[in-house]
């Protein structure tokens, strides 16, 4: 359900990582509002489940979002069924237990346990290449045409790039590193006509974090006491309340004057400071 509608009719969207629970959502909405949605994902089939449940405006394309030729050929695809995108979201991203300590801090001489000179160099470098050299590569590649037309850009960040969460040191250095590369976007592409914002979702329940928020049997794991205590509203976020800001951002009309931001969902997590 959306809260309000824009005219979106004028857009050809791309949006990557569209077959996970964010972007999904995320395309369904733009689509709503009269936008041809062409939804990108290495999962295809995921994908293609959104794009069938949506309809005619919206078609699924695989692509590996690390691999420019892959990249280029689902923009191909994406101009050959829809025309030149205007509108592009780099929604790929995610974490890697490879990246991910066991433990909040340091606990000297406890065996057994991933603590921060055991992760592996093949994970960290995993997690930033899935959040920023993923939107690097297909923001050249899509961001070409813009150059020309003008757009619009977003990108997801998170409530992580404001205060970094314990056990996960790449994802949160990877997502502070997407709001900064936002801004950046946002200063280069300004002369062109392009708008680049990010969202950065604070928690939210996804297929990628859902083990670590419930146990099996439906109860919350104490990492979930521990978030909900920190978060002034005292709840995780519903994919819905997101999606107005996607629509306020999306709408040249609404927001034509904003860009290089960074707009916290979130709660009001990275305003608390505990105390």
Request: with cysteine; hydrophobic share 45%.
């Amino acid at each position: 359900m959306i809260p309000f509608k824009v005219d979106l009719s004028d857009k050809t969207i791309a949006v990557t990582g569209a077959g996970g629970v964010i972007c999904s959502a995320f395309a369904k909405a733009l689509c709503a509002c009269g936008a041809r949605v062409a939804l990108l994902d290495i999962n295809y089939d995921a994908a293609k489940a959104v794009a069938d449940e949506i309809g005619e405006n919206a078609f699924a394309v695989k692509c590996n979002c690390l691999d420019k030729n892959s990249i280029i050929e689902a923009k191909d695809a994406v101009v050959s069924r829809f025309g030149k995108v205007n509108f592009l979201i780099n929604g790929a991203g995610g974490n890697n237990p490879r990246a991910s300590t066991d433990n909040e801090t340091m606990t000297p001489d406890l065996e057994g346990v991933k603590d921060f000179f055991a992760l592996e160099e093949s994970g960290l470098k995993f997690v930033f290449d899935l959040n920023i050299t993923s939107a690097f590569l297909v923001t050249q590649v899509f961001a070409q045409d813009m150059v020309k037309t003008g757009g619009t850009i977003i990108n997801i960040s998170s409530m992580n790039a404001y205060r970094p969460l314990t056990k996960i040191p790449a994802y949160s250095a990877a997502k502070a590193g997407i709001s900064n590369f936002t801004q950046w976007l946002a200063v280069h592409f300004a002369p062109c006509g392009i708008r680049v914002n990010a969202i950065a979702p604070g928690f939210f329940v996804t297929n990628q974090n859902r083990a670590l928020l419930f146990n099996e049997d439906g109860t919350p794991t104490a990492r979930t006491g521990k978030i909900l205590a920190a978060t002034p509203m005292k709840k995780f976020g519903e994919i819905d309340d997101l999606i107005g800001c996607l629509l306020w951002l999306a709408d040249d009309k609404a927001s034509g004057f904003v860009t290089g931001t960074v707009v916290a969902v979130d709660g009001g997590v990275s305003a608390y400071s505990g105390v």
